[in-house]
């Protein structure tokens, strides 16, 4: 027997769960503009950052993350727009990361 309580906060979980997805994908999707952005050392950078730190605040501001959270990504955003010759260094590494982890998986 299911209690009409228990219904209730699953249709609430599912709610919310909807809603908090769709303002984590804008978050996930404003970071990613910037990354690209900031690698390829375009103009747009400054406004893609700008957007970054505008939804990981709105999301903050909602509690689909916590302040906190938000807070230690933009402050890694900020020093990447800070420091573009690291980007460059971090793209040249990320290309090669993986590769290593799956040759030796054949355990």
């Known amino acids: 027997m299911v ?3 228990s ?10 769960r909807q809603r908090n997805r769709v303002v984590k994908s804008r978050v996930k999707n404003a970071v990613r503009q910037f990354v690209v952005a900031a690698q390829a050392g375009a103009a747009t950078a400054a406004s893609a950052l700008q957007d970054a730190v505008s939804q990981l605040d709105r ?5 689909v993350i916590h302040p906190n959270a938000a807070a230690r990504r933009k402050s890694r955003l900020m020093s990447r727009q800070a420091n573009p010759a690291k980007n460059r260094q971090e793209a040249d590494v990320s290309k090669t ?6 040759a030796g998986s054949g355990s």
């Open 3 to 5: 209690r009409a309580t």
């Open 7 to 16: 219904q209730k906060r699953t249709r609430q979980a599912d709610k919310r």
């Open 59 to 63: 999301a903050a501001r909602k509690r």
């Open 97 to 102: 990361k993986g590769r290593s982890r799956r």
